[in-house]
């Protein structure tokens, strides 16, 4: 593989020997071959022409390209060449659409920021990586480097701001030394130009609560819009550029809010004077359960549509993630998307007239598990389908007046771009990734939606990978996968999120290598109704989830082609904690686990959630969530774990701290449980090298097969 500097500790490890040759004549497809196909994500349009830019990653070389309306033919305009694990995001376009700036390198998937927030190294680089604003004119010539920074903004008057240290800067892109725009007391985030240009909306965050700034010229003073105790979030300029809506939740503060009993989290909607900062109430959530702020894609997603006289956003209010409409001056929200289905990915149509949307409803069966783009007005519930199928299609953007793109999979097919009009016609693939000849599309297998129940009645979803020729004679083992998050659902074929496109392909693999594979989405995960997804008792306050990885393997053991004695189960970050919580509390279930990056102690990590709880006299619930926490981690049931595992995990996670994978695998050594230990020096919690991808995924065929008597280890070497 290009660039393979890891260095990875296999402390205890087993692998086989290098195949070579002899790996050619094995039947079926390699890991190799099956992770091998370019992943095109981050698809993005400018705001006033018929352009559209997305990254392409191939074999962890990472590149932006772009395709320019009407016929939209795809273009690259990097060059990149290196698996160098420095990632590639925030893709943007100035409004006119004629240049584009992006970011190179950092972690935008970190909770616990590394020391002194330096950007990952997973190359093991001798030089220090950094975050970095690139720019290129789309008239042509290479990108250039602008400055250290992150999440860039560009005005319709050209003009470029970026985020640097927490606070806002700006930079020319003739090669002009760049400067602090203004200076603000906050922690600077999520910067909007007004349409004219001419002024900078910014969030000022303060720790316990946090202000909607305008900034417009270094002689003027900063606007701050209303005020309050409030935290103030997701600022939107109206069409005409004079009034600015955004979401305000509570402030931090109160009494502590419980930890094993749930409670509700309200909102509201704010539209302010852009002149003068003073704001009007537009709308405010119920004070219930399914009123509280959506912890899901894009949060409250507000948008001003038409001309500015309504706000759509996206709320749980009758127990589904969907969409509402709402006058600009207040009032009654319109439902626009009913029915028993989630809106996820969101965005305004180029007139401001219509919301494109993708969503997990259809006409299909196993459409709960899949995604379709859709069309609604934004003043009447009168949604179309812009695509339907077995296929499934995914963050939509307006490439032009008439016309939608999107990501497009299926279940052979991993993501291409296409577009569709907004009518549902003239349906086109842009790219189809230019799969390589040696990728074994015709070989991969088209999972089965299944549900089954667990012991509290919960009915749970999952995709069934079985191949033929399993029989109650010829039993096979099996394996469940569980996916992290937990908001995460896996789908009946490729994923949004490439951590979970990767998860497909291992279980392609397994299912073609020896296994009956069930992918569970256990309950804390999206795309079945808000009770499934907020339930009681469940992760730190009582692993309710758990419960719906033993309804799998209770599945698996009533199918007549699985051997009840052989199954195991793996998975990364949430997934690693229940495959360990598998092992430890039911080794009389799961025989064998890899475990990636997985979460084993709750307790240590309680007071991080809470938010330093010891400062202050009045705990709240504290020490009895701690019992709970505690009782809900796999190390405190580490005396029933008899089963072998793996732990997977790199020691610059900024999700899951590394710490919990070196607990557990000390408990584990005091009690001579047979473990094996999988260390990559420098990786983050979603690997960034193709080639960590690569071994790891080789690692957890390899392990699960020889501890469970498949076939799924036998072109596994150890590269």
Known sequence: MKNLRIAVCA??????????????????????????????????????????????????????????????????????????????????????????????????????????????????????????????????????????????????????????????????FDGGKPELLFFDRGKNKDLRWSPDGSR????????????????????????????????????????????????????????????????????????????????QLVWRSPNTLAGSYPDVEGEANLHWAGGGDRLVFLAYLDDWQHLYSVPSTGGAPLLLTPGAFMVEHVVMSRDRGSIIYDANTGATPGDDDRRHVFRVHVDRADAIALTTGDSLEWTPVSAAVDTAAFVAAGVQQPPSIATVRLDGSHRTTLADGALPADFPRAQLITPKPVIFTAADG?????????????????????????????????????????????????????????????????????????????????????????????????????????????????????????????????????????????????SALLDAFLGKPAGRYEKGDREAAMSVAWASSPDSAIDGWKSPVLLIHGDDDRNVPFAQTIDLARRLEARNIDYEEMVIPNEIHGFLLHSTWLRVDEATAGYLGRKLGAAAHSDVSSR
């Open 11 to 172: 402390l205890m490890m087993n692998l086989p020997p290098p195949l070579a040759a002899h790996a050619a004549t094995q039947p079926g497809f390699t890991m190799a071959q099956v992770i091998h196909y370019p992943y095109e994500s981050q698809l993005v349009a400018a705001d006033n022409a018929d352009v559209i830019a997305w990254v392409r990653t191939f074999e962890g070389v990472r590149n932006v390209w772009v395709a320019r309306g009407p016929d939209f033919a795809p273009r690259q305009v990097t060059n990149f060449t290196q698996d160098d694990g420095q990632e590639i995001t925030q893709v943007t376009f100035s409004p006119d659409g004629t240049r584009l700036v992006f970011v190179l390198g950092g972690d935008h998937d970190g909770n616990w920021p590394a020391e002194g927030n330096l950007a990952p190294d997973p190359a093991s680089s001798s030089l220090q990586p950094v975050a970095a604003i690139w720019a290129v004119a789309l008239s042509g010539g290479a990108p250039v480097k602008i400055d250290e920074g992150d999440a860039p903004a560009i005005s319709s008057k050209g003009q470029l701001a970026y985020l640097k240290n927490d606070h806002v800067w700006t930079a020319t």
């Open 200 to 279: 900078l909306a910014f969030i000022s965050h303060r720790g316990d609560h946090a202000f909607i700034g305008i900034f417009t010229a270094k002689s003027a003073p900063l606007l701050y819009l209303s005020p309050s105790t409030g935290i103030d979030v997701s600022a939107r300029w109206s069409p005409d550029g004079k009034r600015v809506a955004f979401v305000r939740l509570p402030g931090d503060g109160g009494p502590p809010e419980p930890v094993l009993t749930k409670i509700p989290h309200p909102w509201s909607i704010w539209t302010a004077s852009a002149a003068d900062g003073s704001a």
């Open 458 to 602: 919960t009915r749970v979803h999952g995709q069934l990978f079985a191949s033929a020729g399993a029989t109650a004679a010829r039993a096979k083992p099996a394996v469940i996968f569980v996916h992290g998050g937990p908001p995460r659902q896996m789908l009946l074929g490729w994923h949004y999120m490439d951590y979970y496109s990767n998860a497909y392909a291992v279980n392609q693999y397994l299912a073609a290598h020896g296994f009956v594979v069930l992918s569970v989405n256990y309950r804390l995960g999206i795309g079945y109704g808000r009770a499934f997804h907020q339930p009681e008792h469940a992760s730190l306050a009582g692993a309710s989830e758990y419960q719906d990885v033993v309804a799998g393997a209770r599945y698996l053991q009533s199918l007549p082609g699985v051997d009840p004695s052989r199954i195991g189960l793996w998975g990364g970050s949430y997934g690693g904690y229940l495959t360990a919580m598998g092992l430890a509390r039911n080794s009389d279930i799961f025989k064998a686990g890899v475990d990636l990056h997985g979460v084993h102690d709750w």
